[in-house]
């Protein structure tokens, strides 16, 4: 099997996401393989310390469902960041480029417009190989998806000051000597300050 491309190249910090929920929703079309990548990025968040029970899970039918799930996911206020996981495999028409663009965009969308993290979990592929090459337990992008939920969760609780008195972690917008000194009480660590960037 060519796995040309296929290996993850993104690597991560030492993530804490002991305060953090995270939503799947995972589409029941190529549910084997959308299954697998659930599986790895259920893993990472396991390594972040993600609580099992901090972990809500539901499936669409389909990944052009995938979008407005996620928007009202995200309206709910319930979860920090989102894994949206899917499969589109190319067939005979022009169908898989047509959702392939309305997925990825209205997955963006919902990020933008929530200021939700959504993580776009959504393998679009030319066949069954590619899927397989890219969901296996060797090399499986669910896990990268798990990683990247917690990053961006937390990114976005440093960025908007929603760390409450909780140290930062060094990622986001925040400098670690910003940290240092922020909030009115001058104690180191404290941000006791309102959201914003420092
Ligand atoms: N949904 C997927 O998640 N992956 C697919 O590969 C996929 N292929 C489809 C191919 C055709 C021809 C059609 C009509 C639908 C397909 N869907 C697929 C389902 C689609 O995302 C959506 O659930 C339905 O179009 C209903 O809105």
Redesign the pocket.
């Known amino acids: 099997m060519n796995k040309q491309g296929a290996e993850s190249e993104v690597a991560f910090s030492e993530l804490d996401g002991s305060d953090i929920r995270i939503g799947i929703i995972r589409?029941r079309?190529?549910d084997e393989h959308?299954t697998n990548l659930v599986d790895g990025a259920k893993k990472a968040l396991k390594e972040c310390k993600v609580d099992e029970d901090n972990i809500f899970e539901t499936s669409?039918?389909?990944?052009?469902?995938?979008p407005l799930a996620a928007k009202l996911l995200a309206m709910s206020g319930t979860v920090d960041a989102i894994i949206t996981a899917?499969?589109?495999?190319?067939?005979d028409?022009m169908?898989?480029e047509y959702?392939c663009d309305a997925?990825s965009k209205g997955i963006m969308n919902v990020g933008i417009q929530t200021n939700t993290p959504v993580i776009f979990g959504?393998l679009t592929c030319l066949n069954e190989d590619q899927v397989i090459a890219r969901s296996s337990a060797d090399n499986n992008h669910g896990y990268d998806w798990g990683k990247t939920a917690v990053e961006m969760a937390l990114l976005k609780g440093e960025a908007t000051g929603a760390m409450g008195g909780k140290k930062g972690s060094g990622m986001g917008f925040a400098t670690a000597a910003a940290l240092e000194t922020s909030g009115s009480s001058g104690e180191p660590g404290k941000r006791d300050k309102g959201p914003g960037f420092f």
């Open positions: 589409t079309w190529n959308v669409v039918p389909g990944a052009f469902e995938l899917g499969v589109l495999i190319k067939g028409t169908h898989f959702i997925v959504v």
